[in-house]
């Protein structure tokens, strides 16, 4: 599993006002002067992975490799109806990183990664 790179705090984006909705799944604030990028690699109710649309991963890691962004994020959450809960968080480029070698698959919303338990967002369970 990769060593979270993790700066900021970020679980409590989905009621913090700072945080604006863009698309489906990306958001972004100003914190502290600090530009941040984030999307969402979610999880809804009878699923066992992260979903992470492929598009909004590349854009973030994109926008913070040229310098519209100071930091981008991944942020693991399971999705209830319209309510988000925050699981978990990783820098975009250390996740974008081991994702490269796994096959996309394609959704209503475009590409997209399941993103593997021995990548990131392991199951909180005790064995």
Do not use: W
């Amino acid at each position: 599993m990769l060593q979270r790179e993790i700066q900021r705090d970020l679980s409590a984006m989905f009621s913090d006002n700072r945080f604006q909705r863009h698309g489906r799944y990306r958001y972004s604030a100003t914190i502290d002067g600090e530009k941040i990028g984030v999307v969402l690699a979610t999880k809804s109710q009878g699923y066992n992975n992260f979903a992470l649309n492929k598009a909004d991963l590349d854009r973030v890691v994109t926008a913070t490799g040229d310098g519209r962004l100071d930091a981008g994020f991944v942020v693991a959450a399971t999705v209830n109806g319209d309510s988000m809960n925050f699981i978990d968080q990783i820098s975009a480029d250390v996740l974008a990183d081991p994702l490269r070698g796994e096959q996309p698959r394609t959704g209503k919303f475009g590409e997209f990664y399941l993103i593997p338990e021995r990548i990131a967002f392991p199951a909180d369970e005790p064995f």
